[in-house]
């Protein structure tokens, strides 16, 4: 386990520091604020996260209980909490895809956005941000069915 946290928190690190390094210099003959570098900063992570790491469970969620490979033990070891993970529940596996395909890509796009100064970069970063918590909340089955105690 402590080499799973050890690789993610390494490549995080790696990915934070080449982000805010990039996102230093001048864009358009402005400098990004701090709060916006650390803003792209997350949308590079998060791009890591969803399209390496959620990417392989979306590809290999059948195979994961049996397989060996460093993100199938990451996958293992996070489906102790949650497990729909080892039991391959099809609303995860198809949330998990939907997020692998569109958000991690678009999270990268995000950053490439505002380091050309493209106008639909807030657009972008709208979509990103907001989308999949409405597809969850609309789609969980709990908040449908009304019962007591739900949101």
């Given amino acids: 386990m402590s080499e799973i946290l050890i690789f993610l928190f390494s490549v995080s690190g790696i990915l934070l520091l080449a982000t805010w390094s990039l996102t230093g ?8 604020s701090g709060g916006r570098r650390l803003a792209l900063c997350w949308f590079i992570v998060c791009g890591f996260i969803h399209g390496v790491i959620e990417g ?27 497990s729909r993970y080892a039991i391959a529940d099809n609303f995860t596996v198809s949330m998990e895809t939907v997020t692998a ?6 999270s990268i796009w995000i950053v490439v956005a505002f380091l050309s100064n493209h106008s ?16 969850q909340k609309s789609m969980n089955k709990e908040f449908l069915s009304r019962e007591p105690g739900c949101l």
């Fill in 101 to 106: 395909c569109l958000w991690g890509p678009f």
């Fill in 56 to 82: 392989w469970f979306s590809l290999y969620y059948n195979i994961i209980p049996e397989d060996q490979s460093f993100l199938s033990q990451l996958w293992k070891e996070y489906s102790k909490g949650d």
């Fill in 25 to 32: 210099r001048k864009v358009s003959g402005n400098r990004l």
């Fill in 120 to 135: 639909y970069r807030f657009v972008l970063q709208l979509i990103v941000s907001l989308v999949p918590a409405i597809i």
